[in-house]
């Protein structure tokens, strides 16, 4: 007898076979692009009952979506500019994620210290503002600190300090918020496959009618066509116009933003900050379990848009920010232990620096059949794609089908229980199974209702709930999750977007990297050629987003 049981969607076999149905079914949607607008976009339209099909050129979360600086944050910057519609969108949508995903959305005391020849006064009023504008909670209202209060949060920061305000901000695993997104389409009834490059849009009279695509995994070409295509490739929205020979409303300017970590033990911050160096220089300070990260640059980037790297020089420029606003702590060169770039796709103003470039999003709907999204961020991902599918009914010529319903559905791996019970269950469940310290902490963060199906593995064979590696805070049996049931087809995509290891990992995860690619390459069929190329490619990655004195 055959097993006729049907692959999981976002297995290998799932994401063929969901290739090879958007060729021959045609969808209503087709959107083009994985990182959370397009996979934003998709989970709207499949709630609504539209048959939707996604298409990634590498990854989910690839791009910008994996290298943002990871807040779930209400724009308080944006005050400064008076975008109060942006604020008080970004600052509700907040309250919004944090119900749809607690498993991947976490609270965060947020401060915003003020110095000498800064008004005090005036920050606190800004902050009032902004929480009528989010509609916070008296609980949740922002409220003042004494610099000694500030400094318990923030120890050895530096003076003249006057003090702060501190209110209620969050922070996610950008890559796996992406990913959850994705599931939540795939739930219900989109087809998405990543490793699938548009070659350019198929046009007839005019108009596009979908895309000729390149399966990078199965090596064939296919033609998709569908009603409405969406591009939501975000910094390579331009591109991808161009490369179809289709004109640009407005151009584009990407801007690089970068990062670095710290141990926290080095910098040993008990909230997120904004930072001020003492000529000006404006920043922001992450702490996530054990580590801290600062950031960010601003500025316009003309390279690869495919590689954007952290080059020593702005690593070293952003930790003379970080030992200027800490002065006391001596952080040197070596206590920087990774780095990250990311592109923000930003719409061209005359006149504006990047940095004071608006963060607001544009839909283009020319051609006819082809609505493009510009512009946008994180936090706003589901007002967004709620402004898509508005533009795309315009261009279909009827109302969608169904209702909105991306507020009301919760985020696959959102226990059913509450939050704390849940994982207290799972952390009593995972330690009786010898889970414990870092890991049980890193796999608190990034999995929700997940945690079942590792406590599943284990079931099978305690073997999958095993290290990694030496001294990595993983499971073995998480790179059987990210194969088997989050279409991970590369070791890259395995520990940095699945597992978090390549930024949030012990030397980027290599302790790790060859089990990793034994236990993938033998579930995706891999040649011994093929995991030590995967291999030597990652061990280039982590290179690459290595301290300062690695980068070149």
């Not at 959107?31 to 539209?50: C, E, K, P, Q, S």
């Not at 839909?363 to 961020?377: C, D, E, N, Y």
Request: hydrophobic share 40%; charged share 30%; proline share 7%.
């Amino acid at each position: 007898m055959t097993n006729s049981r049907a692959p999981h969607p976002l297995s290998r076999e799932g994401r063929s076979a969901s290739l090879s149905a958007m060729a021959k079914q045609p969808p209503e949607l087709l959107i083009v692009g994985g990182g959370i607008t397009g996979a934003g976009v998709a989970r709207d339209a499949a709630l609504r009952g539209m048959s939707v099909a996604l298409l990634e050129q590498t990854d989910f979360g690839a791009g910008t979506s994996s290298r943002s600086s990871k807040i779930i944050h209400g724009g308080v910057r944006y005050l400064e500019y008076l975008e109060l519609s942006l604020v008080r969108e970004s600052a509700r949508e907040r309250r919004v994620l944090r119900r749809l995903a607690p498993h991947l959305v976490h609270p965060l005391p947020f401060l915003f210290p003020v110095f000498r020849g800064e008004s005090l006064l005036k920050i606190r009023a800004g902050l009032k503002l902004f929480d009528l504008l989010a509609g916070s909670p008296r609980g949740e209202w922002s409220r003042h600190l004494s610099p000694e209060g500030t400094r318990s949060y923030l120890p050895g920061l530096r003076d003249p300090l006057k003090g702060s305000v501190l209110y209620p901000e969050y922070i996610t695993d950008d890559a796996r918020f992406t990913l959850a997104n994705i599931a939540s389409a795939v739930e219900h009834g989109a087809r998405v496959a990543n490793h699938a490059r548009v070659l350019g849009f198929l046009t007839e009279n005019g108009r596009v009618v979908g895309a000729r695509v390149r399966d990078l995994e199965d090596d064939r070409e296919l033609e998709i066509r569908a009603e409405i295509t969406v591009n939501a490739t975000g910094p390579w929205a331009e591109q991808t116009l161009v490369e179809s020979g289709l004109s640009v409303p407005k151009p584009m300017v990407p801007s690089k933003g970068i990062h670095i970590l710290f141990e926290r033990e080095r910098l040993p911050l008990q909230a997120a900050t904004f930072l001020k160096s003492s000529s000006g220089r404006p920043g922001l300070a992450m702490p996530r379990g054990p580590w801290v990260y600062v950031g960010t640059s601003d500025e316009e980037y003309v390279d690869d848009l495919d590689r954007p790297r952290a080059t020593a020089a702005e690593a070293e420029e952003l930790l003379e920010l970080t030992r200027d606003c800490f002065p006391e702590l001596g952080l040197e060169s070596g206590d920087v232990k990774a780095t990250w770039a990311g592109i923000r796709p930003l719409i061209r103003e005359d006149g504006k620096s990047t940095r004071d470039t608006s963060r607001h999003d544009e839909i283009w709907t020319s051609p006819p059949g082809l609505v493009t999204i510009a512009g946008g961020k994180l936090t706003t991902y589901r007002p967004m794609a709620r402004r898509i599918l508005k533009a795309v009914a315009a261009a279909r010529g009827r109302p969608l089908p169904g209702d909105e319903r991306t507020d009301r559905v919760l985020l696959p791996g959102a226990p059913n229980e509450g939050l704390e019970s849940f994982r207290d269950r799972m952390r009593v469940a995972l330690s009786r199974r010898n889970v414990r310290g870092l890991t049980l902490d890193r796999i608190e963060y990034l999995y929700g209702t997940e945690c079942e199906v590792l406590l599943d593995y284990g079931d099978e064979d305690p073997s999958w709930l095993l290290p990694l590696g030496p001294g990595v805070p993983a499971l073995r049996g998480e790179v059987r999750l990210a194969v088997e049931r989050e279409m991970a087809l590369t070791l890259e995509d395995v520990l940095d977007r699945r597992l978090a290891l390549l930024l949030f990992g012990p030397g980027g995860g290599l302790e790790g990297a060859a089990e990793a690619a034994e236990i993938a390459g033998s579930r995706l069929g891999w040649s011994s050629d093929r995991r030590a190329r995967e291999l030597a490619s990652y061990r280039i990655l982590v290179r690459e987003h290595g301290p300062p004195g690695r980068i070149r």
